[in-house]
């Protein structure tokens, strides 16, 4: 009991000294600046206007628009990801004809799919399609590699003693998922920087992007900072939250 409690300290210690450390040197930097707002609030004028933004309807309805931007872009992304991946892992032609178009997602900036996509789409939804494509190429990929990947002897077994279903249940899911939830949870990441990216293009109606580049043009730089800071609390509490879930899903085919 007394070393969990142990081990449960040390590992707070580790987390909370860094943050206090980082803090601290964001405070004398802020000192040494002075009173000029525009350059680097503190943490105290980041707090207030974080406040502010929490007790608001309209931080709130930003918040969810963004956060169900996310969602729907990463499970979308996630599921035609898959999708191309057991059609490239089985069909090699397919896999000859889809693989420059996967290199050319990869390498176009977010930017560029964002001002091409406001040509034709409503700007709301064009921070889903953009976080569709940012996950699309990461899941496609290491999903294909993972089925390239399995073991051809445990598939041979399979075919005599189990029953399709058996066999993706106990045989190729196994051998899959650990890549799958790796990349899954590295995608939702840059899912995160992709939605807020083309919300600042874009301009939504509702959305974090919209508030920053909003308080960037009117030189509000604590409300700035502090939104640049709730979006960092909230993609960690979310990433967390996913890989928990991951994790308890991971379970299951141990």
């Known amino acids: 009991m007394i070393s969990i409690m142990r081990q449960t300290l040390l590992k707070i210690i580790k987390v909370c000294v860094p943050i206090a450390v980082y803090i601290l040197i964001w405070q004398l930097l802020s000192m040494l600046v002075g009173s ?12 207030r206007a974080m406040k502010e933004i929490v007790v608001s309807e309209t931080g709130w309805r930003s918040i969810g628009m963004t956060v169900l931007r996310i969602l729907c872009g990463y499970f979308s992304g996630c599921a035609v990801g898959v999708a191309l991946a057991v059609l490239t892992s089985h069909f090699h032609v397919l896999d000859w004809l889809l693989k420059p178009m996967r290199s050319l997602i990869k390498t176009t900036p977010i930017t560029s799919f964002a001002l091409i996509l406001l040509v034709s789409v409503v700007s709301g ?3 889903v399609i953009v976080a569709m494509i940012v996950v699309i190429p990461m899941i496609w990929q290491t999903t294909e590699e993972a089925i390239g990947n ?13 029953t399709p279903w058996k066999k993706l ?7 899959i998922l650990p890549t799958f939830f790796a990349s899954a949870s590295t995608a939702l990441g840059f899912a995160w920087k992709a939605v807020i990216t083309a919300e600042i293009l874009a301009l939504p109606k509702l959305g974090i992007g919209r508030q920053m580049q909003f308080h960037k043009i009117h030189i509000e730089t604590p409300e700035l900072f502090a939104w640049t800071l709730l979006v960092i609390i909230l993609s960690v509490l979310l990433e967390h939250a996913f890989g928990f879930l991951l994790k308890k899903a991971g379970q299951r085919y141990d």
């Open 36 to 47: 000029r707002l525009l350059l680097l609030p503190s943490p105290t004028d980041t707090l």
């Open 125 to 127: 939804v064009v921070p």
């Open 150 to 162: 399995r073991s051809e002897q445990l598939a041979e077994m399979a075919k005599i003693y189990l």
């Open 169 to 175: 249940r106990y045989v190729s899911l196994p051998q």
